[in-house]
């Protein structure tokens, strides 16, 4: 039978705000496309489509009920590995990485699966072994490999942008569930440690992202373009902003890839600082929303799996953000809901989906 409180307990107004950033980001992909000549130009048109695929990923997820997914946790995750394993022997090269696979004539990229996949596994882990000391550096171990195969997979495509936010997602869920004192300075030391002696394990155009990073002016016209006409962007829209489809930097091809990890840069020229303010509000509302969501669960594995998603967000919104203003080297770590591409969107809403579901069954134990 039907429980009626699943629709009187749907958060409609969490689902508005999300669909409100996503459609001023399909309104942002018409004005940074406005001036191209191609099919290509439609890329709004393709992003509603996905808006539409996510929306109705959103329904699915939300007609059952997510502690299914708690003893499904682990075969995905296998399955997954396997799937970036796979990658590496048969994976789709483009621009120099083998991220995708053919999957029946879809390209699929598992490493964004692995995103979602890590929470729903990490949840089941935390809920099943937590307790209220916290974890010893000995318990972290399981979780630690749990993470540390996919992130390892992941930087062999090589995708470092994506290997570092499966661990920001993980590292943030056990900070939540709790580390003891002592872990978390051996936890210190090591990331340290391997901080070092990772630039030595880096490829030859990451380690030069990173200098490009600490002095883009050094090579203007090449690794340092991006970022350069990126923060010209962003400061040329002023207080107010330029105008709709007015902004110089991307309607005059200055900015490179400004549908997809620059799109930010697109918004911030044409809108100003109180566009950007605006927007910057809703991403926190969404945020925050989610983590009230993980209070209020009715068990530690929704909890854990609201925590996770939320953690997701924040993490993709504060990399692409610190990126595209010169915080943080140029990743490529797209802005969630606004920046053009059908596996961030599909993503993102599957993450919405996961919360909503967890929202609306808060009152079920």
Same mark, same amino acid.
């Given at each position: 039978? =039907? ?28 004005? *940074? ?87 729903? *596994?990490? *949840? ?108 010209? *962007? ?9 105008? =709709? ?68 967000? =924040? ?51």
């Amino acid at each position: 039978m =039907f429980d009626r409180r699943l629709i009187t307990h749907f958060d409609w107004i969490y689902l508005l705000l999300v669909l409100l950033v996503a459609l001023t980001g399909v309104a942002n992909l018409y004005s *940074a496309t406005s001036t191209w000549t191609s099919s290509i130009s439609l890329v709004y048109m393709k992003q509603l489509y996905w808006l539409g695929l996510g929306l109705a990923i959103v329904v699915l997820i939300c007609l059952f009920d997510y502690r299914h997914l708690e003893y499904l946790g682990f075969p995905a995750y296998i399955a997954t590995v396997v799937m970036l394993l796979a990658v590496l022997v048969v994976g789709k090269t483009s621009m120099g990485a083998t991220r995708w696979i053919s999957l029946g004539g879809f390209n699929v990229q598992p490493s964004e699966l692995m995103k979602v996949v890590i929470i729903i *596994a990490l *949840a089941r882990y935390f809920s099943e072994k937590g307790h209220l000391l916290g974890f010893s550096l000995k318990e972290l171990v399981p979780p630690g490999l749990i993470l540390g195969i996919p992130a390892l997979l992941v930087m062999k495509q090589p995708d470092l942008g994506t290997a570092m936010l499966i661990l920001f997602i993980g590292g943030t869920m056990g900070l939540f569930c709790g580390i003891r004192r002592s872990a978390l300075v051996c936890l210190g030391i090591g990331g340290l440690m391997a901080s070092a002696g990772g630039w030595f394990l880096l490829h030859d155009y990451q380690k030069k992202r990173i200098m490009t990073f600490l002095n883009p002016e050094n090579d203007p016209l090449g690794a340092g373009y991006h970022i350069i006409q990126s923060k010209i *962007a962003v400061g040329s829209g002023g207080l107010q902003g330029l105008g =709709f489809m007015r902004g110089t930097q991307s309607q005059l091809s200055f900015l490179p890839e400004r549908h997809t990890d620059f799109a930010f840069s697109v918004f911030a020229e044409e809108w100003g600082l109180i566009g950007c303010l605006l927007l910057l509000a809703l991403y926190l509302l969404i945020v925050l929303w989610g983590l009230h969501i993980a209070l209020r669960a009715s068990d530690r594995f929704g909890m854990y799996l609201a925590f996770g998603v939320s953690a997701m967000l =924040f993490w993709h919104i504060l990399v692409n953000l610190g990126m595209v203003i010169g915080l943080l080297p140029v990743v490529g770590v797209p802005l969630p809901l606004f920046s053009y591409g059908g596996t961030s969107m599909v993503t993102t809403m599957t993450g919405i989906g996961l919360l909503l579901n967890v929202s609306m069954r808060r009152f079920m134990f």
